[in-house]
């Protein structure tokens, strides 16, 4: 009996054998084809940033921090100290931080009345969300242009409809000029930082919606419920009891955004003025644009690299010190 | 205060009427059970209580002032939850004090009396801790001590046993109930469970379908229920249908007698209830029905053994309580089993049951 069971059962063993070699081969195949597409352009960029511009011509492979000291010094250190791409860096800084800041703040009460409405109207208001997503950073910043600009936008609008003149009237077109919304004649919004912050906000404002979503839907409504039986209006509510219970994903929608925001190029170019611009602009006009210093330009992308690493793990650290 | 009264309150979602015509007073320092079946309106009545729902129509009235359009926040009413609704991100002291720490009370004041309140529930030394440290049972006695710092005028308590475990809601039970009555607290409490009912409230308002079925003592609703629904759903009942004829009610071939002629007309389609621990088994001289029956089944229970019967009427369950009679019953068993003229209620049998 046993001389005949033995070769039926030997055969499913080994081919089990077989599917396990196979198995590690395959896993390493799949870890190694991964690690390659995302490890090699960050690796090429990284070596690329150490290397020298010819003039007149391309680059070559070198092992240099000339380029990170341009970046953070100047070309001509220590003769002369300049801090032009620092304040890129700055400014890329900047914007984020308040676009994103912006959006999860107008996102958040969106989304929590959201999630109070029936599933039929939640589902009907995440399918336009989410369809909104599709229209690339060209086609909403174009709008966005169109709508702000000062021969045909909203600054005409205000002209038309006396806006204008009724602030001029109460003082408070001096203000606005102060603060750059303004030129001696109309309202302007192109170049303004308040026009750059407000389109990279509009870009990212659904990707807050859809990060929010899922902790503000899971929040258990009976701790709002039980806070307003004990005598807390609403904005009590909403500040003992609903933003503590959200804030780390709070946190994670701005570090997310923020980083997102730090690589948006097509809003800084349209809206921004030339000296504040982003460090994300810099980079394509080394790489691309006129200067064609591709070696230098990665120095700059490592460098927005590493602020988005840093910023990431500042934010995890926050993180965890409020959850311990 | 003076006693919470609603008047006529019902409550529409969209077409469907969850809560119909309710008139109900509370008396102050009395413990109220909402006791009914998943669906019936119970939990929405107490949210309307608590100001988290709006009546559609009805008032409520506390102290003789009417508070119907009164928000929550302004009620005044402590609130227990059946999940017990912690804040997870403070602590037990935390939580318990959240109600005076909103209100302005001083830092010193609120910490004093979030100690006295977890010295009442027994849980000195657990300030400290976070929510998600304690057992069910503590999150419950934090949940309570939570909802009395305010010391509130109606204390409401949603299906507050419903997540703690068989044993731990029995002394739970007793526990709350002591608490509310050393504390006098006017209390309402809604539960499905007719065992928790019966051992907390003073008086159970039994509801279905969105309606009142019968408001009374727990010993009042269960030996005197107004209807067939409060008959079953409260305790067990053996039920029979039968005809009325001549003041008595005919189930097939007998006849049954009761205390008090039926108050039906001759051929009326009825409903008859009998409790299982009424009926006497083999035995002569008591004031009742006896009918001839065989012994089907005995299930020991401990306390109680359940003996089932086939009678001339149709299936029955008597119970006896352990020690009640030393007599044995085996299956297969000859028997006669007497219904006593107390122990039968008859209810008109309408709609579909008369079909």
């Known amino acids: 009996m046993s001389v005949v069971s033995e070769p039926s059962s030997a055969v499913p063993q080994m081919a089990a054998a077989a599917a396990a070699k196979r198995l590690p081969l395959a896993r390493i195949g799949i870890w190694a084809v991964t690690l390659f597409l995302c490890l090699t352009p960050f690796l090429l960029v990284i070596a690329i940033s150490f290397g020298q511009k010819i003039e007149g011509a391309s680059w070559e492979w070198a092992f240099s921090f000339a380029n990170y000291q341009r970046v953070f010094v100047g070309a001509n250190w220590p003769e002369e100290f300049t801090a032009l791409y620092l304040q890129k860096l700055y400014y890329s800084l900047y914007y984020a931080v308040?676009?994103?800041?912006?959006?999860?703040?107008?996102?958040?009460?969106?989304?929590?009345?959201?999630?109070?409405?029936?599933?039929?109207?939640?589902?009907?208001?995440?399918?336009?969300?989410?369809?909104?997503?599709?229209?690339?950073?060209?086609?909403?910043?174009?709008?966005?242009?169109?709508?702000?600009?000062?021969?045909?936008?909203?600054?005409?609008?205000?002209?038309?409809?006396?806006?204008?003149?009724?602030?001029?009237?109460?003082g408070w077109f001096e203000t606005l000029r102060d603060w750059g919304l303004a030129n001696p004649r109309d309202v302007k919004f192109k170049t303004s930082v308040f026009a750059t912050v407000l389109t990279m906000a509009y870009l990212v404002w659904p990707y807050a919606v859809i990060l929010l979503y899922p902790p503000l839907s899971r929040l258990d409504r009976s701790m709002t419920e039980a806070a307003r039986t004990m005598g807390a209006g609403p904005w009590t509510v909403m500040r003992t009891v609903v933003l503590p219970a959200v804030r780390l994903p709070l946190m994670g929608s701005v570090l997310l955004l923020f980083v997102f925001l730090l690589g948006v190029y097509v809003a800084v170019t349209v809206f921004a003025e030339p000296a504040k611009q982003t460090m994300a602009v810099s980079v394509y006009e080394a790489v691309r644009g006129n200067t064609l210093n591709a070696p230098f330009g990665s120095a700059q992308a490592v460098i927005l690299l590493l602020t988005a690493g840093l910023f990431l793990a500042l934010g995890q650290w926050l993180t965890r010190r409020n959850a311990s | 205060m003076n006693g919470l009264q609603l008047s006529g309150i019902y409550k529409d979602f969209g077409s469907v009427r969850a809560v119909e015509n309710v008139n109900l007073d509370f008396a102050e320092g009395e413990l109220t059970a909402l006791l009914g079946p998943s669906g019936c309106g119970k939990t929405t009545l107490l949210r309307m209580i608590a100001g988290l729902e709006m009546p559609s129509g009805g008032s409520i009235n506390l102290g003789g002032n009417n508070i119907t359009g009164l928000a929550a926040h302004k009620r005044r009413f402590g609130m227990v939850f059946q999940n017990f609704a912690l804040f997870p991100h403070l602590t037990v002291r935390e939580n318990v004090v959240y109600s005076l720490v909103i209100s302005g009370t001083s830092k010193s004041d609120a910490i004093a009396?979030?100690?006295?309140?977890?010295?009442?529930?027994?849980?000195?030394?657990?300030?400290?801790?976070?929510?998600?440290?304690?057992?069910?049972?503590?999150?419950?006695?934090?949940?309570?001590?939570?909802?009395?710092a305010q010391e509130p005028e109606v204390f409401l308590l949603d299906e507050p046993m419903s997540a703690l475990d068989a044993k731990l809601r029995e002394d739970m039970q007793v526990e709350l109930r002591l608490l509310q009555q050393r504390l006098g607290i006017t209390t309402i409490v809604v539960t499905h469970d007719q065992r928790e009912a019966m051992t907390m409230a003073d008086k159970i308002v039994v509801m279905s379908q969105g309606r009142v079925e019968q408001v009374g003592s727990p010993q009042e609703i269960y030996h005197q229920p107004e209807n067939a629904f409060v008959a079953d759903f409260i305790g067990k009942a053996n039920f029979f249908d039968g005809v009325v004829e001549g003041g008595k009610i005919r189930v097939g071939d007998a006849l049954l007698e009761l205390k008090t002629p039926a108050g039906f007309l001759g051929g009326s389609p009825v409903k008859i209830a009998c409790r299982p621990e009424t009926p006497y088994l083999d035995t002569e001289g008591v004031a009742g029905s006896r009918l001839k029956a065989k012994v089907t089944f005995v299930r020991d229970v401990g306390p109680v053994r359940d003996i089932h019967?086939?009678?001339?009427?149709?299936?029955?369950?008597?119970?006896?309580?352990?020690?009640?009679?030393?007599?044995?019953?085996?299956?297969?068993?000859?028997?006669?089993?007497t219904l006593p003229v107390e122990g039968l209620h008859v209810f008109p049998r309408t709609g579909q049951e008369a079909a």
């Open chain 1, 98 to 170: 308040i676009a994103s800041v912006l959006a999860v703040i107008t996102a958040f009460p969106f989304t929590y009345l959201m999630t109070g409405l029936s599933k039929r109207a939640q589902s009907a208001w995440l399918v336009f969300i989410l369809s909104s997503l599709s229209l690339s950073e060209v086609f909403i910043v174009m709008g966005w242009d169109v709508l702000l600009s000062n021969r045909s936008g909203l600054p005409m609008v205000f002209k038309a409809t006396g806006l204008t003149q009724w602030l001029k009237d109460v």
């Open chain 2, 113 to 148: 009396t979030g100690e006295r309140l977890l010295d009442l529930v027994q849980l000195s030394g657990y300030g400290d801790r976070r929510i998600g440290e304690l057992s069910g049972g503590q999150r419950q006695r934090v949940a309570i001590a939570r909802a009395l």
């Open chain 2, 309 to 337: 019967l086939e009678t001339e009427i149709g299936p029955m369950v008597v119970e006896y309580a352990r020690g009640e009679t030393d007599r044995s019953f085996s299956i297969g068993q000859d028997t006669t089993v």
